[in-house]
Structures are given as C-alpha cells and as structure tokens.
C-alpha cells in the first residue's frame, strides 16, 4: 500500500496496526528489504517463575487432596498455597495454570 502511495493513516486502519508499525515496517524495509521487513527479531528468553523442585512441588500439591470445604484445587488457592509455605515470594493464579498447563 505504501508503494502504491497510501497515506500512513489509510494503511494502519485497513490493517488494523498503529501508525508507529506502518513506520518501523516502512524504515525496516528501506534499510534490509523484504524479508528484514517482514522477520520478527528474536526476543530474549524470558526467566522461569519456578525452578524444577517449585514446579515438582506444585504438581504434587495440584494432585493432592484439596483443602477442607474444597473439591478441588484452583489455580488461586494453588497460587496462595505456595506463598503461605513460603516456595515463593508471589504468584499469579495464571503462572500455575501455565506451569501445569506446560507439565501435562
């Protein structure tokens, strides 16, 4: 679209991306072409919220007998379970659902 002498404004709310894209995409491709245009850059590992003896113990409190007045764990009480034994400093209800998401 650019090629075909859109304006920048034309070109973000036909793909739906912010102006700011439509820009680096357009810089990208003058510097490196095509492909350098169109490649993600690698983005760098992130760190693991759990080591392995942090997930070896969530797994087994997940697969243990839930708490009294419970049928099952949830993510939230797994979550301040962990905090409460003092295995981690904090946790999301969502990095143990990943975490047993990933160990299934």
Avoid at 10 to 27: H, K
Wanted: overall charge neutral; aromatic content about 4%; proline content about 6%.
């Amino acid at each position: 679209m650019a090629s075909e002498s859109y304006p920048d404004n034309a070109i973000d709310s036909t793909l739906r991306v912010n102006v700011s894209t439509v820009e680096r995409t357009r810089e990208k491709f003058v510097v490196g072409g095509l492909e350098y245009a169109l490649e993600d850059r690698p983005h760098p590992p992130k760190p693991r919220k759990l080591d392995g003896k942090q997930e070896a113990f969530l797994v087994a409190t997940a697969c243990s007998t839930a708490p009294e007045g419970r049928t099952r764990w949830t993510m939230q009480l797994l979550a301040e379970q962990l905090v409460n034994l003092g295995i981690v400093d904090s946790i999301s209800d969502e990095t143990v659902r990943q975490t047993l998401k990933k160990t299934k």
